[in-house]
């Protein structure tokens, strides 16, 4: 056969194809072997190939079977500036061959290999691409041939039948056989309970509870690991090997630098390390207010640093480091504090902050009264609330109690039933106690909320009745009162329950823990191929490895979280009692969720078809319009792949997608009725947008801002640590409450220890990597493949950039006392687009952090 140097086709039997593999040589390549395989790690490929085969869409028209593959070897071509590799081979197709719809790829190097992309060149219906992102194993190690498909994408009645066989066996190899111990380099994908967090062999003070698989601790299964349990505690998995997370979901290089288990784990341990040796008495708390400035002007000398050289290179973005000979660890003033050096002491701001802080998702309307505890009386004591007639309706001065409810004035924080059932508990153990807790607030003229009172309640405990006491705001006019000092106090506690339900419940459990079922079903049920699973996988980008961090050095017996807030080591135990309680998919989706909260009712001549009762509640507002905005973009994908009901009924994996999340991954919630039925394009769309919304907008709703309002930790404290000076106090407690109050709530505050290490936390959650994927910012590749597909995707991506300009332009409206105004701190976290950093906006795709 002659042929010419191009890809012209001389002879009509035959067709030359070149075929181009992309391949990250540095950074996750390079660095990643390094890491992994010392200097022996270290490979230049040279001489070294990827085997490809080319496999066809259709079945031998002879036989009725599958096509035999075309075979060659791609060799390293060229390097290019932006650390990649490409690969090129060249094959000679039969014309009868016809569309090439998988490549099968061995890699015949001694180390994994990072491949992005496939290009071939020489059809008539021009360049054929094929997404790889993924790791490919080598040879001698995973046998198994790596199949990947084209960017083209087919429901499963639609696969083209050279390739259903393909199709199926990717999806069984990421299944497993649910058995032995997982390596780094598997990409399987299976459930198992939360039996990692207790390390009873080290200290049976560390043994927990197994979270999942009973009706005691319900929770949502995490991805299985398969390590042996402990001889202590049968039920409990050892934590001693390494927290598994399939190959391809680990972070990138690009994000490790930022962001690791091995980076992190080490800084903060390196950091706290440090802090041990400066704060000698892990109980010292700060003397006085210019104290804890300090922190930020001056720092702390970290003696441990400075032979560190690997921390060196991480601590410099985790914190200010003044120079390398003084290792000075400083921390950077949080927005707020640069605005309102005071804007913490403010009713105002508490107040605010449930609309637009980092936690504006428990408020609600209050719609019953009196109030009244669903506890059992015979061991919480009498349910009736200590908030009367008596004490709030002087404050309103809007008439009776029932005409401020019946006018939708009284919205409330309530933690008194989640939390009291743990508060004997939890006081058992030293330098940490909690109430139940419920706060009043009253909808003002300007639309902004007044704090009107806190009560805060103890059950009956080592033989004392049940205690309880509402506490209200003082005058102002009387700066050092008894009440107001009181009532600064009481502030504190709520606080610190909102920032424990924050942390535990609205972004771990909502965010983090339910969504892992989400990856592990996709994964294992709706292949590559699947239009569904191409829409989904970037909200699932990095989950699972972020999770296994927090597993491993956060939500872990004795780790960050019990060390930092007031539930200790009941702390998980009381997320699986939130879960339990509280968490139901449907009402994830923001409208559901503002509508049963009572922030939002349904009225078809209202913007985006609610009216929300609080007009100026900028979560709501601008979530509303990044909800509508994925909203459209997930009913036009749907619509396009699922024109009719039957075809949704009829897809099988799709269906099995959905069965095993209700039935698995959130198996101990299954018999839930609340579960949508998954039958019309309705219904996907509204599991869809939900679960977008849940891994994008509602976690960076409640994480970027950490450090913004948390930052400066007296704004909301993680942990206190005395109880109310009226509750049973003693002679020398209450003198010393009268004669030192500001020292009463500096003692009350996070130790130093808990205080630092926590800031050091909430730096790293709130920091945006330079990998980071927003949503809607770039096209993905098979998305562009369809015309129709496209176009919807550039609509979503324009609306997007229209909403960043609505939410400035909300910003700046005087009106709007909620999101403008002296020293107050423009809510931004729902705007899409972030550079990198601490931004305090930026909507990821992904729960990636």
Known sequence: MKKNSGMSIINPKWRNVKVTVTVKRSGDGLLTSLVRGGVEGIEEFVGKTLVLELVSNDLDSKTNLERKTTKGDAKKRQEKENDEVEYEATFELPAEFGKVGAVLVENEHNKEMFLKSIVLNGFPDGLVHVTCESWVQPKHETPVKRVFFIDKSYLPSQTPKGLRRLREEAMKQLRGNGEGERKSSDRIYDYDVYNDLADPDSNLDFKRPVLGGSKQYPYPRRCRTGREHTDSDPSTEKRSSSFYVPRDDAFSDEKQSQFTMSTISSGLSAVLESLDAILTDQDLGFKSFEEIDTIYKEGFHLPTLKDNGFLQSVIPRLIKVANDSQNILRFDTPETIKRDRFFWFSDEEFARETLAGVNPCNIQLVK????????????YGPPESAFTREVIEPQIGYGTIEEAIKDKKLYMLDYHDLFLPYVSKVREMKGTTLYGSRT?????????????GIE????PMNGKPQWKQVFTPASHSVSHSTNLWLW?????????????????VNHWLRAHAVMEPFVIATNRQLSAMHPIYKLLHPHFRYTTAINAFAREVLINANGIIEKSFSPNKYSMELSSVAYD??????????????IDRGMAEVDSNAPHGLKLTIEDYPFANDGLLIWDAIKQWVTDYVNHFYPSPSIIESDQELQAWWTEIRLVGHGDKSEEPWWPNLKTPEDLIDIVTTTAWIASAHHAGVNFGQYTYAGYFPNRPNIIRNKMPTEDPSKEEW????????QT???????????????????????????EEYIGQFMKPSWSQDPTIKASFERFNRRLKEIEGIIDSRNEDTNLKNRHGVGVVPYEQMKPFSEPGITGKGIPYSVSI
């Open 735 to 742: 003198e010393k409450f009268v004669n030192k109050p500001e």
């Open 456 to 459: 805060l309640t103890r059950p």
């Open 745 to 771: 709530l500096l003692e009350s505050f996070p130790s130093q220890i808990q205080a630092t290490t926590m800031m050091v936390v909430f730096n790293v959650l709130s920091y945006h990597s330079p990998d």
């Open 440 to 452: 009043l607030f009253f909808l003002t003229k300007q639309g902004t909320l007044k704090p009107l």
């Open 368 to 379: 019953k009264w009196p109030l009244r505890s669903k506890l059992e009386p015979q061991i």
């Open 581 to 594: 309680q509280l968490w139901r998919f449907d009402l994830q989706a923001l409208p559901k969720d503002l």
């Open 488 to 504: 600064r106090l009481a502030k504190a506690h709520v606080l610190a329950h909102d920032a424990g339900s924050h942390e535990l």
